[in-house]
């Protein structure tokens, strides 16, 4: 088995404005919120709320209490309370932990870069069906997060950076 196996995938779909405004509305709403309530904050977004509890969780930034309600970690507060550029540094600590973005990293520190070409095979790895829907939630979570980007040619993927 390969270590990816063991590891959480980001969905396709799970933009970071998403997880980072579900740590807000939790911030907004309590100490612990029922997940019901997160759910009327969110609206339209509500099928989507199992899977940002999931990555939020992943990411070590909220945990599910006993009877069920959702409650901010100790990173997760730091989040909400933090900077931009420390909100940047604290996600990426923990970013790793998540693929396909180990992968991206491990890949990107081997070979300095990525083609597009094998950029779009790792993501086909985990998201054999929306591909570009994942490349470009992939592509807006390592920019924001510092870690890589797309080159104005559209050819290579690079590092930001020191990742």
């Given amino acids: 088995m390969s270590s990816s196996e063991h590891s959480y995938?980001?969905?396709?779909?799970?933009?970071?404005?998403?997880?980072?405004?579900?740590l807000e509305a939790i911030h907004s709403l309590?100490?612990?919120?029922?997940?019901?309530?997160?759910?009327?904050?969110?609206?339209?977004?509500i099928d989507m709320l199992p899977h940002i509890i999931d990555v939020a969780s992943s990411l070590r930034l909220v945990?599910?209490?006993?009877?069920?309600?959702?409650?901010?970690?100790q990173l997760g507060l730091e989040i909400v309370k933090g900077h931009v550029?420390?909100?940047?540094?604290?996600?990426?600590?923990?970013?790793?932990?998540?693929?396909?973005?180990?992968?991206?990293?491990?890949?990107?520190?081997?070979?300095?870069?990525?083609?597009v070409e094998e950029f779009i095979d790792i993501i086909t790895r985990f998201y054999p069906r929306n591909t570009q829907e994942a490349m470009n939630t992939l592509l807006q979570w390592g920019a924001f997060l510092g870690l890589f980007k797309m080159s104005s040619d559209d050819k290579y993927i690079y590092p930001i950076g020191k990742i």
């Fill in 9 to 22: 995938v980001l969905p396709y779909n799970a933009q970071l404005d998403l997880v980072l405004g579900l």
């Fill in 30 to 45: 309590g100490d612990s919120v029922d997940p019901m309530n997160l759910g009327d904050l969110l609206g339209e977004q």
């Fill in 63 to 73: 945990e599910v209490v006993e009877n069920g309600n959702i409650k901010l970690t």
């Fill in 85 to 115: 550029r420390h909100v940047k540094s604290k996600l990426r600590e923990v970013i790793d932990n998540i693929e396909p973005f180990k992968t991206i990293i491990n890949e990107l520190k081997a070979k300095k870069r990525l083609r």
